[in-house]
């Protein structure tokens, strides 16, 4: 019997690499080459996507909301997050992720369908609106 992508993709997966390609088609890592998140998909149709830059510096004034603007602004620049419902599409083997809330406002209210590929504990997951931009995850083992 054969599992459906739904089935095999619903849990937390931990970042293995975030790479996409500069104009010249070189490799580039946006978050660093040791970038670290994670991903979730629940059995109830909601998933969210955290990643980060590593070694990103804490504000100065120890407070979660009173860096300056630069500090924030930094912050900011090292970081991706979004979460909301996700369909799937067995036959194209696609995830739309729609944004309800974003860190970046740009992509708020945007649903953009991402290409999955599942071959064991792990997922490669290119972005159908940005193929360059491919994210390989690995399946987390349960934490109860």
Known sequence: MTVSLREQVIGTWELVSYQSADQDGNVIYPLGEDAKGFIMYNPDGY?????????????????????????????AN??????????????????????????NPTWLGQSQPR????????????????PVDK??????????
């Open 115 to 130: 290409l999955a590929k599942i071959e064991g504990d792990v997922v490669v997951i290119f972005n159908g609106l940005k």
């Open 135 to 144: 994210l390989t995850w690995k399946h987390v083992k349960k934490n109860i």
């Open 47 to 75: 998933m969210s996507a955290q990643l980060m830059a590593s070694g990103r510096p804490a504000y100065e004034s120890g407070d979660l909301h009173t860096g300056t603007i630069e500090e924030m602004a930094q912050a």
């Open 78 to 103: 090292g970081y991706l997050a979004y979460s909301g419902r996700f369909e799937v599409n067995e036959e194209k083997q696609e995830l739309t992720h729609h944004m309800e809330v974003s860190m």
